[in-house]
């Protein structure tokens, strides 16, 4: 049906960068809203940022200032550019896509798998 696939997380020091990608395939009509969410205590699952297909963005408090996302409709691919990373940083972050899918058609709301991002102090 629908796929997601993340890449881009990794270990890096306090202070450093990351960028994270998620590409989207399947047999679907378009995407809608897009999103990174990451893994907090309690193992739930907290918004990161989100971008619709306009362009529209919303991120958390925690990252605002430091984190961008965006997107490339035309490569149904979603990134979450990190900058100035902090320890608490560090956990799974999930991709996220809603959208229409063609056969059957529907709307799907769909998950990666998640990628790591380990941040040192």
């Known amino acids: 049906q629908v796929q997601l696939v993340e890449s881009g997380g990794g270990l890096v020091q306090a202070g450093g960068s990351l960028r994270l990608s998620c590409v989207v395939s399947?047999?679907?009509?378009?995407?809608?809203?897009m999103g990174w969410y990451r893994r907090a205590p309690g193992n739930e699952r907290e918004l990161v940022a989100s971008?619709?297909?306009?362009?529209?963005?919303t991120y958390a408090d925690r990252v605002k200032g430091r984190f961008t996302i965006s997107r490339d409709n035309a490569k149904n691919t979603v990134y979450l550019q990190m900058n100035s990373l902090k320890p608490e940083d560090t956990t799974v972050y999930y991709c996220?896509?809603?959208?229409?899918?063609?056969?059957?058609?529907?709307?799907?709301?769909?998950w990666g798998l998640g990628t790591q991002v380990t941040v040192s102090s």
């Open positions: 971008i619709t297909r306009g362009g529209g963005t």
């Open positions: 996220n896509a809603r959208g229409l899918l063609k056969y059957p058609i529907n709307t799907f709301n769909s």
């Open positions: 399947g047999s679907i009509w378009g995407l809608n809203d």
